[in-house]
């Protein structure tokens, strides 16, 4: 181990060395901490949960009590970010406030509550020979963050991650570092007294993108990355990595009108898909409508939408209901706006909607408005999403809604994970067998 | 689609032309190819289990009505590889004949006797607002296999995929390229007149790496990797895809024998983890003794495994014991040696055994023989591989062993799917969500 810079001096190190020691070895650097995380993960996973949940508790106490340092450390973040000419949004969501603090600490409080997924018995049979098989519930070792701007993601990943006994490798982004390093210090030291070992929490302290393309070769020591942040990063993240990626990309989500739907449903459903909360992921982005459905429903969504400042694109045979839409390109039907704009299609019937959504949408969350039964299953089982849904907002797509809890982001994958990413898929499982002797012949 | 070859016009094409079409466009074929399983495997997710199984029956009936074709196809093979020097037991896993063609229609019978697990509901939950949430099993979608030398893997994986609601892509190796062809189009007619797309099942008819190279880049298209062969097939894989991989690279098995252990029965475990079928992932590699233990077991051990041809190893404690060990070095413990083979290590108690196995193991399969049951519960919870046993041979680990049915592979990796991987391994889950205009406030 010669050379390398132990975790404690890492936390020990001034900003101003920063520069040095990355110029000197990033690769040694991220190499250590992720073989101290390997180290932790096998103690963790034996720790029982009242220890586990003793230290979140420990964790969410030193956030409340830490609240001056963390938003003094947070200040600086909000002077580089001015500096470096960030949108008044960006350092909005940058910001630590005594509330913000709060809502951190209360949010891993929540996570004590949850059920404690590890040890779990998935499935027990008893084979021929006498040989019993059971399918265990397991954390899954150490798993990789990589993340950009919002600091309380390194408390909730941290609390999510240590809660399902799988140790946790932080990257965050470089507007955050102040913050997120002084929320991990403090973190950190708050286990000090605890069962759960201080090294299963790791920070990478450094901002190059470098760090983050070696820490995606050490497929020996980490057994999973979610990466959650913009569709540049995630992509260089799923180019790049040799561990296994949970992951999503974009939603780009739909609402189906059927000449079959309920209009007064079918228009509060589209509204809050669009308008309640424009900026995330589950909010729709396309409306696609029966062209029987069109004359009478489109009017009138179209009114509601203007009013409360969505701009509106249309395809042609929507255009000819609403000439006031814009012209909507080929791309915008590929495209997440995360934005009060909406694009609108006319369309033959559900197979042309599902046919549509299947090729241009990210496979998040989609859903149909319809009275017809046999209709909605045609789409549920058609569209080929996370989520779909019947008569309802494609908003719900989250852990806490779903009754997950938390999450630690959401998978449009098809594997592992896929929706919600809760504590459950922060676990895979082990088959213990039991026997008296069974030699194979 | 201009300007693509299409797969029928692949079908036609003999060999001699192959080398011009590689040239000609490799990326072209293999992404039309891609498109076309996405497009089947949105068809084949809806199809009933009925429907598939009676395509199943259509490709073993075929398989065997086609069996003196495949054997003609298969001689090409034979006598290219005695060309280029293949072992005699590599050219033995190459070869067929009616019964191993027998054996493969058989395979495929016995994959439709299995339960289709596409459609289970795995959780269903009643949400405080009125929203019935169903998670419920899907098949993944386009699975690409990519695999070496013997030709039952392609009718293996084609029934497995395809009972599970998979399109699948068979990448195979050069060995065996007139066989996977033959055996390939073969399956593929007999796909004509059932209720399964033709196109859920496509052949990439190039031996260049280069084919699977672009295959790995089209994570659009493709849900799920498999490579099944060598590590160094395996690591290329893992190196260069951004679909997600399930894998092995290795089983570096372990059995450790307590000094509480009933010695009859570890003598009987050891004998079958290494003799009865020294040539595959799950026989044990190396031998772990407590040093309690060793003085009476390992004589014993060492003369029944020298009687059965073992060639053994050591360290310097258990050379103190057999001096007829030969000297095990460092690289001895990470060596899978699929051979007649195994090296012995004394250590001092099972928390020693459970740190070695973490080191220097490959999370596949290990086995404590002891008649402690808290012993045992220690080395089950504390070993990270896919399948701990207590008191039976590691062997066990299989797909029809556990009860599983037949398998793609056996998974070392944390994610998705560990040990076995079945046809629930092929298998995703989507959240059907139910509402009756719930929107989010």
């Not at 265990?136 to 993601?153: F, L």
Request: with cysteine; aromatic share 6%.
């Amino acid at each position: 181990m010669d050379g390398y810079c132990s975790s404690e001096c890492l936390d020990r190190i001034s900003s101003r060395w920063r520069a040095k020691i990355k110029s000197m070895n990033i690769k040694d650097i991220v190499l250590k901490q992720a073989g101290l995380a390997r180290a932790a993960a096998l103690k963790l996973a034996l720790v029982p949960s009242k220890d586990k949940d003793a230290a979140l508790k420990s964790m969410a106490r030193a956030l409340w009590a830490k609240r001056a340092f963390l938003m003094s450390e947070n200040a600086k973040d909000i002077a580089a970010g001015k500096m470096a000419g960030l949108s008044a949004a960006m350092l909005d969501r940058l910001m630590l406030n005594e509330a913000r603090v709060k809502a951190m600490a209360d949010g891993i409080l929540d996570v004590v509550k949850l059920k404690d997924p590890v040890g779990e018995i998935i499935t027990s049979v008893k084979r021929p020979n006498g040989l019993r098989i059971n399918r265990v519930r397991t954390p899954i070792g150490v798993v990789a963050i990589i993340y950009e701007a919002r600091p309380n993601v390194t408390a909730d990943c941290a609390a999510l991650c240590l809660k399902s006994g799988n140790a946790v490798i932080l990257k965050g982004g470089k507007e955050a570092l102040y913050s997120n390093s002084a929320i991990y210090k403090t973190l950190k030291s708050a286990l000090k007294n605890t069962k759960v070992p201080v090294e299963a929490l790791q920070f990478i302290d450094l901002t190059d993108r470098a760090a983050v393309a070696e820490l995606l070769k050490l497929d020996q020591w980490i057994d999973l990355v979610v990466p959650r942040g913009g569709e540049g990063l995630i992509r260089f993240v799923a180019e790049n990595s040799r561990i296994p990626v949970v992951k999503h990309y974009k939603g780009v989500c739909h609402v189906y009108v059927s000449d079959k739907a309920d209009l007064k449903m079918a228009e509060e459903i589209c509204y809050n898909a669009k308008v309640q909360r424009p900026g995330v992921c589950n909010a729709a982005e396309k409306v696609l409508i029966h062209e029987k459905a069109a004359k009478k429903f489109l009017p009138v969504l179209a009114a509601r939408l203007s009013a409360a400042g969505v701009e509106m694109r249309g395809d042609i045979a929507a255009r000819r209901i609403v000439p006031t839409l814009k012209k909507a390109t080929e791309q915008d039907w590929y495209t997440e706006y995360l934005d009060l704009i909406l694009t609108i299609k006319i369309v033959k019937n559900v197979q042309d909607a599902v046919a549509h959504i299947n090729q241009y949408g990210s496979r998040h969350s989609d859903a149909i408005v319809t009275s017809d039964h046999k209709e909605a299953a045609v789409f549920l089982k058609g569209v080929d999403s996370a989520a779909v849904y019947h008569n309802a907002s494609t908003r719900f797509t989250d852990g806490n809604e779903f009754g997950l809890g938390a999450e630690v982001g959401i998978s449009t994958d098809k594997v592992h994970v896929r929706g919600p990413m809760g504590l459950e898929g922060l676990t895979t499982y082990k088959y213990e067998v039991y026997g008296s002797g069974q030699v194979r012949s």
